[in-house]
């Protein structure tokens, strides 16, 4: 429901927030939520929140750029082109369990983390302890973007004729 979603958004938000990182949530979007999460910003004075809206892809990618992690904390989300574009953007990133994408293209630990979906405390843990550790913020770019050349234009279209190619014998 849109009242849990924002209340588990308010939670890990506040969390991060007021953490001693100064770390600064970008929300980009302007989905049905948007004036309920606008609302809990000014209610609970989330100085650290800011919510662009929507944002064309030529915008977009300056967001990419000026980040240090890429979260998708959604309660679900059919694949996620947002993490394809954070990872080539270099960003690690950080996704729930129900976001499609995250099974295929984030080795947790290795190439950014997974967490389970509405557990505020675990998403909360991953942000500030990647963020506190610049060198896994590297790894996890690095690795990531190795990983997402198994998802190139070229990977697909080579499967696809190997496929083609196998059927036709």
């Given at each position: 429901?849109?009242?849990?979603?924002?209340?588990?958004?308010?939670?890990?938000?506040?969390?991060?927030?007021?953490?001693?990182?100064?770390?600064?949530?970008?929300?980009?979007?302007?989905?049905?939520?948007?004036?309920?999460?606008?609302?809990?910003?000014?209610?609970?004075?989330?100085?650290?929140?800011?919510?662009?809206?929507?944002?064309?892809?030529?915008?977009?990618?300056?967001?990419?750029?000026?980040?240090?992690?890429?979260?998708?904390?959604?309660?679900?989300?059919q694949w996620?082109?947002?993490?394809?574009?954070?990872?080539?953007?270099?960003?690690?990133?950080?996704?729930s369990d129900?976001?499609?994408?995250?099974?295929?293209?984030?080795?947790?630990?290795?190439?950014?983390?997974?967490?389970k979906s509405?557990?505020?405390?675990?998403?909360?843990?991953?942000?500030?302890?990647?963020?506190?550790?610049?060198?896994?913020?590297?790894?996890?770019?690095?690795?990531?973007?190795?990983?997402?050349?198994?998802?190139?234009?070229?990977?697909?279209?080579?499967?696809?004729?190997?496929?083609?190619?196998?059927?036709?014998?």
């Open positions: 429901s849109r009242r849990r979603h924002t209340r588990y958004w308010r939670d890990w938000s506040s969390d991060v927030c007021s953490s001693d990182l100064n770390i600064h949530l970008v929300l980009v979007g302007d989905g049905i939520l948007y004036e309920e999460v606008n609302k809990i910003i000014r209610t609970n004075n989330l100085t650290n929140v800011h919510l662009p809206g929507y944002l064309s892809y030529s915008q977009l990618i300056q967001f990419y750029i000026l980040s240090d992690v890429f979260v998708h904390p959604a309660i679900i989300e996620g082109v947002s993490v394809n574009e954070a990872i080539t953007c270099n960003l690690p990133v950080i996704v129900m976001v499609g994408s995250g099974y295929d293209l984030v080795i947790d630990g290795f190439s950014g983390y997974i967490f509405k557990n505020s405390h675990d998403l909360t843990f991953k942000i500030e302890y990647l963020i506190s550790n610049r060198h896994l913020l590297n790894y996890f770019s690095n690795n990531a973007k190795s990983n997402l050349i198994n998802w190139s234009h070229e990977k697909t279209v080579s499967e696809i004729n190997n496929s083609l190619n196998y059927l036709s014998k």
